[in-house]
């Protein structure tokens, strides 16, 4: 459904075609995007993530095999798909969604995951939690934002209250690459046996991937079977 249209709730008949004839402009570059977020040379100039990659963590590899970093240190997590390079525009756009509150964006790149999820196999979906205090502070949790277009379309369930965020950390924004998973460390709280079960693990960035490691890690321990990160966007080492 276009977005204009959804937004306006012109979901039928006459309706819909008043809302059809009323035009946006592209968040990027200002120029009329119809009824789209951004227009179509802007959402070609997106930065793709370079292929091939390593299956596990998604930073780029020769030929697709395992990278060194998860040859000398696996993660908890068995597979990462990301739709995009963390790199201009597309940080922009993301700082947008979740610091300026633009939740048609989550929306919007929450489809885009959608179309990568379909080559996963799991159970559930679970948007890595935040803090409630840093809940409160911006209002809504980015993670589950892009999670809803992914649970439609995949007709799987999102779980929002098995697993929980205890510490309320620095932001790993803030610290150096090195530090992120000592800041990490025991952060998240499980509620509930996941034994056997296959679990797509949803958030917008991965640059060290701690948190997201820190998270599969207590799925794992409790039973997780398979926990997929799907992200948004993948940060790349500077050197890369």
Known sequence: MPILTQFLGLTSGPLRRIGQLLAQDCLLCAATSGDAILCRACTANLPCLQTPNCPRCALPTTQGELCGRCLAKAPYFDATL??????????????????????????????????????????????????????????????????R???????????????????????????????????????????????????ILVDDVMTTGASLNECARTLKLHGAAQVSVLVLARALPRML
Request: proline share 6%; hydrophobic share 40%; charged share 25%.
């Open 82 to 147: 990301a739709a995009f390079r963390y790199d201009f525009p597309l940080d922009k756009l993301v700082q947008s969604f979740k610091y300026g509150h633009r939740l048609a964006l989550g929306a919007y790149f929450g489809r885009q995951l959608a179309a990568l999820a379909g080559t996963l196999l799991a159970d559930l979906i679970i948007p890595l939690p935040l803090h409630p205090e840093r809940l409160r502070q911006r209002g809504f949790n980015q993670a589950l934002e892009l999670a």
């Open 149 to 199: 277009p992914v649970s439609t379309r995949c007709r799987l369930p999102i779980d929002t209250a098995s697993c929980s965020r205890t510490r309320n950390t620095p932001a790993q924004a803030d610290l150096a690459w090195r530090e992120r998973e000592k800041n990490m460390r025991n952060a998240f709280h499980c509620a509930v046996d996941f034994t056997g079960k296959r679990i």
